[in-house]
């Protein structure tokens, strides 16, 4: 499994865009990146995932890196219900396994 | 539809007590997992279940827990006995398909404390 590199946590002000960034710079050529998200006190939440090209979903847009190695979630307006902490996982579309191994991930917290 | 139903949603007990807790997946979902969440960690996978058989249980701490999913619908994940270590949030998860690794739901969990 590739290894992620995301920041601990971020902050952003509500109705402002966030770009959270997560590195992954040994991730396979088969695999696809994914972000979920976890509120409070819930389970996480499937947002957005890509392979190469630029992704976007009423939710989220995924811009990734030409070579792969990073990939930024964009919140085109934060909003206080946004506040979560955020999950990049590379992981193989139909690996043997299937499975989502999760980080530490990035921490959300949105200002009024 | 509805989503991944777990429960109880919270749970104490002392250690080297017995606990169990019970997943029911979305319907028509043929995989199911159980993820142990420790305090400010990101889950951690425990087991995987396709139909009613194991697909891994690499991570299962298999001295003290166990899991089943009889039939191929609900699972129930058990401890025996707990230590103060197993506390932790407990998610069940549901697929579609293996490797659908964008169509995972997630119930809200069960929250165990061990005294």
């Known amino acids: 499994d590739a290894k992620t590199t995301q920041p601990n946590s971020m902050e952003s002000n509500e109705e402002e865009p966030v770009h959270l960034p997560c590195n992954h710079s040994?991730?396979?050529?088969?695999?696809?990146i994914h972000w979920y998200r976890q509120l409070p006190s819930q389970g996480p939440e499937y947002v957005i995932h890509?392979?190469?090209s630029n992704v976007n979903n009423r939710m989220a847009s995924l811009a990734i890196a030409e070579d792969r190695k990073s990939s930024t979630l964009i919140l085109h307006r934060a909003t206080l219900r946004d506040a979560a902490v955020y999950y990049c996982?590379?992981?193989?579309?139909?690996?043997?396994?299937?499975?989502?191994?999760f980080g530490k991930g990035t921490k959300l917290s949105v200002k009024p | 539809e509805a989503g991944v139903a777990q429960s109880p949603r919270y749970k104490i007990i002392e250690k080297r007590q017995s606990v169990a807790f019970w997943c029911n997946p979305i319907s028509g979902h043929a995989t199911l997992y159980w993820y142990q969440q420790i305090l400010g960690q990101g889950p951690k996978l425990l087991i995987q279940?396709?139909?009613?058989?194991?697909?891994?249980d690499s991570q299962l701490p298999k001295d003290r827990f166990s899991a089943e999913r009889l039939k191929g619908v609900d699972s129930t994940l058990k401890i025996q006995p707990a230590k103060l270590e197993d506390s932790a949030v407990y998610l069940c998860a549901s697929s579609f398909i293996r490797g659908w690794n964008y169509g995972y739901t997630f119930g809200s969990g069960t929250r165990l404390t061990v005294v």
């Open positions: 040994t991730i396979s050529g088969t695999d696809y």
């Open positions: 996982i590379p992981t193989n579309y139909g690996g043997s396994q299937g499975n989502l191994i």
């Open positions: 890509g392979l190469t």
């Open positions: 279940f396709q139909n009613n058989g194991v697909v891994d």
